[in-house]
DNA sequence: GTGGTCTAGACCACA
DNA sequence: GTGGTCTAGACCACA
């Protein structure tokens, strides 16, 4: 699992944003299934030579948000998402590519244009 | 023109940037002219209820990429965009588009369920 | 005597202070009585799934404080109180109670919201 | 608005939580109004003489939960709370009363009982 | 000035 | 072994 892993120090995003929103799309895309284990904090440190402090906050933001699920002493693992409760990957885009419709709007595009580019990036 | 500049300070996006987009967009829509003036920062800083700093933090930076042109003591107006120079709507949306289609690859979405995402958020 | 005791790993309660709490209560309450033995270490430890290190930290306890009482060779059983020593339930309730007592004063209610709170949640 | 917080290091709830709870509380109880504005993190570090970087802990939470609310550049304030998203004392303490009532119940007290040992304790 | 991020290093509770 | 907490100190973005 720490192959899936990879971060940028030297993006403007912080690392632990960038590890947060990694975990996230694993665990919605089912790459990360219930009740699957993640490595130690120190591992997934030590992987991607950063701080330990700089994994644990991005997992104890994964934890409050109800993603994974700590038990004294043994390791993290994904917690069980309830159907109601489970975020599809539609969802999760939502804020983003609502944002980007609106700024394409603003530039005076129509869904049309839109869509040619989406074409096109999409390769 | 005030009046369509507009910012939202509890954003996470600094309110600099934020209003750098505002007027790359007014640019690039045709909006803003070539050879439109802009009001003064301490106008827009009013308006707005931001620090001038700020404002001027955002012109400096289109003064820097060639939206904007300062004369010797002038307003600060509209640069002229040879057709060559000129951005369109397209290239400007690319590097967000790009980015979020990686993620909706990283999601295991098809290029199909993006379009549907998009026509639905499009309305 | 071992359905009377259960553990939840994920609550954020230590597991050896989960399980002194309830053998406690038993005592107190007298469901466990004086000279009742109890279950082995390696007993309790499989029934309720948790390492033994933490049932014998959570047992230790109990002797050190003189609710249960090891006699050589033998089970663990509940050591006799003297009507003296003997806890009452109100005895063990109130370092919780106080805590909750200056929570709710803090929070500016009075003795009479507090009592109608109790009375609702007692059902 | 320093002299309403205070933090015992060397009780077991660590001093973040400590902190958060406290804030949580001065909301609650509208000793902090929306809007009213909270000391620096420095400021408030200094006080009570512990890292800033605990404080700003606590807050980040308080953020995250939606009671305080950053403004770039600016100090921050309490969030405005919706009539719904508003809690109420009552609710705030629910949980805590819920479990007390159980672990009374389990040794044997009546609710009487229970309102009896409230009035003496809360003196 | 403000807060945000990151590191290194220490110490502790828990299982 | 695991994670949680705290500190000191550095550096940066923002207004």
Known sequence: MLELLNVNPSSGEPIYRQLHEQ??????????????????????????????????RAIQQLVDQ????????????????????????????TPKLTELIAEARQLGMTHHELEILLKKLWQ
Chains 1, 2, 3, 4 share one sequence.
């Open 23 to 56: 975990i996230v799309r694993l665990i919605v895309s089912g790459q990360l299934a219930e009740d699957d284990v993640l490595p130690s904090v120190r591992q997934i440190a030590e992987a991607l030579a950063v701080n330990p402090m700089t994994v644990s």
């Open 66 to 93: 109800g993603y994974l699920e700590r038990r004294r002493g043994q390791a993290t693992r994904v917690a069980p998402r309830g159907e109601a409760g489970a975020t599809s990957a539609a969802e999760l885009l």
